[in-house]
T-cell receptor
Framework: EAGVTQFPSHSVIEKGQTVTLRCDPISGHDNLYWYRRVMGKEIKFLLHFVKESKQDESGMPNNRFLAERTGGTYSTLKVQPAELEDSGVYFC?????????FGSGTQLSVL | RKEVEQDPGPFNVPEGATVAFNCTYSNSASQSFFWYRQDCRKEPKLLMSVYSSGNEDGRFTAQLNRASQYISLLIRDSKLSDSATYLCVVQKKGGSYIPTFGRGTSLIVHP
């Protein structure tokens, strides 16, 4: 069974550019979460989808971040325009019950 | 006060040692508790759930103290391969059901 996949694994962009991260959850997992880890800090919640609906987006830093989940399948997280403080590792996780399955993350570097 | 607090360490122990980590949580409505393990530059993976009665999985024992709002992880007979960051995760049942992560405790097991 395929796990959670994220693309790209690394992205280096300049301040002001746009980047779109993609997450393909495990098939059948209704819950999809986006998290971010900034170096030296804890993994912080960004938002939660249940199927195609945003259940909770209280962790989204600001309106430069836009997440979508098309048809309740894969999800995208777009950052536009990117700022220096957006650098970090963006993890996607999916679940059917309580156990979270994580993707390997996207390392985003904004220069 | 952070919702989930952990001593970041690092805990530096020799092979064969017993080591224990604690994690405190601030939200008394928290219902589910987990330990995740994260290897360097990898995604977090579930190590074990933490039950009210305490639970054991091989060399690993997890305990929950609801009155004092902390959970613990005990590792006996440490192996070199146990070197990793151990993340405490707390969830509330119902509602948006967001897993909240601690900063993690770094363990280094040396020969």
């Amino acid at each position: 069974e395929a796990g959670v996949t994220q693309f790209p694994s690394h992205s280096v962009i300049e301040k002001g550019q746009t980047v779109t991260l993609r997450c393909d959850p495990i098939s059948g997992h209704d819950n999809l979460y986006w998290y971010r880890r900034v170096m030296g800090k804890e993994i912080k919640f960004l938002l939660h989808f249940v199927k195609e609906s945003k259940q909770d987006e209280s962790g989204m830093p600001n309106n430069r971040f836009l997440a979508e989940r098309t048809g309740g399948t894969y999800s995208t997280l777009k950052v536009q325009p990117a700022e220096l403080e957006d650098s970090g590792v963006y993890f996607c996780a999916s679940s059917y019950g309580e156990k979270l399955f994580f993707g390997s993350g996207t390392q985003l570097s904004v220069l | 006060r952070k919702e989930v607090e952990q001593d970041p360490g690092p805990f530096n122990v020799p092979e064969g040692a017993t080591v224990a980590f604690n994690c405190t949580y601030s939200n008394s409505a928290s219902q589910s508790f987990f330990w995740y393990r994260q290897d360097c530059r990898k995604e977090p993976k579930l190590l074990m759930s933490v039950y009210s009665s305490g639970n054991e999985d091989g060399r690993f024992t997890a305990q929950l103290n609801r009155a004092s709002q902390y959970i613990s992880l005990l590792i006996r007979d440490s192996k070199l391969s146990d070197s990793a960051t151990y993340l405490c995760v707390v969830q509330k049942k119902g509602g948006s059901y967001i897993p909240t992560f601690g900063r993690g405790t770094s363990l280094i097991v040396h020969p």
